[in-house]
Nanobody
Framework: VQLQASGGGLVQPGGSLRLSCAAS????????MGWFRQAPGKDREFVGG????????DYADSVKGRFTISRDNAKNLVYLQMNSLQPEDTAVYYC?????????????????WGQGTLVTVSS
């Protein structure tokens, strides 16, 4: 199973970015997907997740209302649309494939991880 995250970069405060994660090697539509992030010197934290069908989503309080997760099961892609970015959103962002069709807030609930993509929010 391979997960390839992309779309990171440098953005000014208040700006937007869309991250993508391409999956291969398993039946994509059978598993929930999650996004996590890790800032320098901090633990990896849950950002949000989406159920296998895409009907359900869950977000960390810190990003609720600013970030949106979606998926395209026909293309084996999951997206993280990030709006109103702030310096505290600076981190390496990881996509992960759940062990089930559900959303898991705990990283232990994810079986496969992408390599991460760096998002830097700075003026």
């Amino acid at each position: 199973v391979q997960l390839q995250a992309s779309g990171g970069g440098l953005v000014q405060p208040g700006g937007s970015l869309r991250l993508s994660c391409a999956a291969s090697g398993r039946t994509f539509s059978s598993y929930g997907m999650g996004w996590f992030r890790q800032a320098p010197g901090k633990d990896r934290e849950f950002v949000g997740g989406i159920t296998k069908s895409g009907a359900g989503t869950d977000y960390a309080d810190s990003v609720k209302g600013r970030f949106t997760i979606s998926r395209d099961n026909a293309k084996n892609l999951v997206y993280l649309q990030m709006n109103s970015l702030q310096p505290e959103d600076t981190a390496v962002y990881y996509c992960a494939s759940s062990r089930s069709g559900s959303i898991m807030r705990n990283s232990a609930g994810y079986q496969y991880w992408g390599q991460g993509t760096l998002v830097t929010v700075s003026s």
